[in-house]
């Protein structure tokens, strides 16, 4: 088994959907034909501005996908797994309190 330890950037045409309205603000990125992994980069050039309140709006761009190496994709996997040990970390009481 051989370690990766090297870093390999390619484009990808990608579509970027953005919506500025009373029930939701976000944006979302499709990578056409690529899926990203764990420690992988994602970089949009030249994204769109964000549109007024109120309006929505689909552009067609260009991606730069920088594949996260062996340490990359270690490092990400052993950060999501803290983070979601984080949201089990819940305390249940009666609401009264015992002293």
Do not use: W
Not at 20 to 48: M, Q
Not at 71 to 80: E, K, M, S, V, W
């Amino acid at each position: 088994m051989s370690l990766n330890l090297l870093r390999h950037s390619f484009d990808v045409p990608c579509t970027v959907e953005i919506e500025h309205t009373g029930e939701s603000l976000h944006a979302h990125v499709s990578l056409d034909g690529v899926h990203p992994e764990p420690g992988d980069e994602v970089i949009v050039k030249d994204p769109p501005a964000m549109p007024p309140f109120g309006g929505k709006l689909k552009a067609h761009c260009t991606a730069t996908v920088t594949r996260g190496n062996f340490i990359d994709r270690l490092i990400a996997r052993g950060q999501g797994y803290r983070e979601i040990t984080e949201l089990y970390e819940v305390g249940f009481s009666d609401g009264s309190e015992n002293q």
